[in-house]
């Protein structure tokens, strides 16, 4: 189930300075008079927590949690604002609408007793579930009509990006290569490594000769890409041992190396495929650059609609 503190696709932004006041017990905030209770953000904290990969009773400091209640607090109040705006504008989700997402999270458990326990632990019977789910589904109703609608991301945008990044955008060059690997163990006998290179030599003949490399990969490399015919796929400098390396980026296309020692044991390397070191055209990042703007336009707009409906609100807190 998905931790009630989501409520729209894109991240709510945080920060915002509230009123103080002494609120009735069990009442974290007042958002316009509608409350949010001490134990829905108890439960929002947990949620959080989780997605962080933490939890409550490995924060010691108190001002640290004090700083996470106050975070998720914000989340709750953003959330209530888009909620009560979709309710003032009348973009409410529908009755179908919560029900085929009520019925989606059940799905996800192997028995509705199951899901109404883990409804429960959150603080929800099946009425004040759907409810939350009304809610949840409503506030994005409102913010996909009157804000992610109104995003748009301009050729112009994904030119400066481009250009301003283009530095990031620079490839080094590339092998892509199969090995034979007879494993050798460091500080081995002589007598060991001679026989390992005797057998890689045997090998190799038979390559020379026309034998698939793959296929004696397969056969005979004792590394861990045997069962994928020794397939190292690309790789840049920097990544395999340096003698391996220096080796691997000497051949061209289609040759096979001379027995190479590493600390690993003896190689023989074919050389499958070369890229040269070149920056990635725009044309090939277009469209992750386009995906990348429109998030943080996204989540630049949401944070200025919660901004201005928290101007026009009357925010109180109480965190004691």
Same mark, same amino acid.
């Given at each position: 189930?998905?931790?009630?503190?989501?409520?729209?696709?894109?991240?709510?932004?945080?920060?915002?300075?509230?009123?103080?006041?002494?609120?009735?017990?069990?009442?974290?905030?007042?958002? =316009?008079?509608?409350?949010?209770?001490?134990?829905?953000?108890?439960?929002?904290?947990?949620?959080?927590?989780?997605?962080?990969?933490? =939890?409550?009773?490995?924060?010691?400091?108190? =001002?640290?949690?004090?700083?996470?209640?106050?975070?998720?607090?914000?989340?709750?109040?953003?959330?209530?604002?888009?909620?009560?705006?979709?309710?003032?504008?009348?973009?409410?989700?529908?009755?179908?609408?919560?029900?085929?997402?009520?019925?989606?999270?059940?799905?996800?458990?192997?028995?509705?007793?199951?899901?109404?326990?883990?409804?429960?632990?959150?603080?929800?019977?099946?009425?004040?579930?759907?409810?939350?789910?009304?809610?949840?589904?409503?506030?994005?109703?409102?913010?996909?009509? =009157?804000?992610?609608?109104?995003?748009?991301?301009?050729?112009?945008?994904?030119?400066?990006?481009?250009?301003?990044?283009?530095?990031?955008?620079?490839?080094?060059?590339?092998?892509?290569?199969?090995?034979?690997?007879?494993?050798?163990?460091?500080?081995?006998?002589?007598?060991?490594?001679?026989?390992?290179?005797?057998?890689?030599?045997?090998?190799?003949?038979?390559?020379?000769?026309?034998?698939?490399?793959?296929?004696?990969?397969?056969?005979?490399?004792?590394?861990?890409?045997?069962?994928?015919?020794?397939?190292?796929?690309?790789?840049?400098?920097?990544?395999?041992?340096?003698?391996?390396?220096?080796?691997?980026?000497?051949?061209?296309?289609?040759?096979?190396?001379?027995?190479?020692?590493?600390?690993?044991?003896?190689?023989?390397?074919?050389?499958?495929?070369?890229?040269?070191?070149?920056?990635?055209?725009?044309?090939?990042?277009?469209?992750?650059?386009?995906?990348?703007?429109?998030?943080?336009?996204?989540?630049?707009?949401?944070?200025?609609?919660?901004?201005?409906?928290?101007?026009?609100?009357?925010?109180?807190?109480?965190?004691?």
């Amino acid at each position: 189930m998905r931790k009630i503190i989501i409520a729209v696709t894109v991240l709510l932004a945080l920060g915002h300075a509230s009123m103080l006041h002494a609120l009735p017990m069990g009442v974290a905030a007042l958002v =316009n008079g509608k409350e949010i209770s001490s134990i829905k953000l108890q439960k929002a904290v947990d949620g959080y927590l989780q997605q962080q990969g933490t =939890n409550i009773g490995s924060i010691r400091d108190p =001002n640290k949690f004090q700083q996470v209640q106050e975070k998720v607090l914000d989340i709750l109040i953003g959330q209530n604002l888009l909620w009560q705006k979709a309710e003032a504008d009348k973009q409410l989700a529908t009755d179908d609408e919560v029900e085929k997402l009520y019925q989606q999270y059940q799905a996800q458990y192997p028995s509705k007793e199951a899901f109404e326990t883990k409804m429960k632990i959150e603080g929800f019977d099946e009425k004040t579930y759907r409810q939350e789910l009304k809610h949840q589904l409503s506030a994005k109703k409102w913010v996909h009509a =009157n804000v992610l609608s109104k995003v748009k991301v301009e050729a112009a945008d994904i030119d400066k990006f481009y250009n301003d990044n283009i530095e990031k955008f620079k490839a080094p060059e590339m092998v892509s290569a199969r090995h034979i690997l007879i494993g050798v163990k460091e500080g081995a006998a002589d007598k060991e490594k001679k026989a390992a290179r005797k057998k890689l030599q045997k090998i190799k003949q038979q390559i020379d000769k026309g034998a698939d490399f793959a296929e004696m990969a397969k056969q005979h490399s004792t590394g861990p890409s045997a069962p994928h015919g020794g397939n190292l796929g690309l790789f840049p400098r920097g990544k395999m041992v340096k003698a391996f390396e220096d080796a691997a980026f000497k051949l061209k296309k289609g040759q096979v190396s001379k027995i190479v020692e590493t600390k690993y044991g003896y190689h023989i390397i074919k050389v499958e495929d070369k890229q040269p070191a070149r920056t990635v055209s725009k044309v090939e990042l277009a469209e992750r650059i386009h995906q990348h703007l429109l998030q943080l336009k996204s989540e630049e707009a949401l944070q200025t609609a919660i901004d201005d409906l928290r101007k026009e609100a009357r925010v109180e807190v109480n965190l004691n």
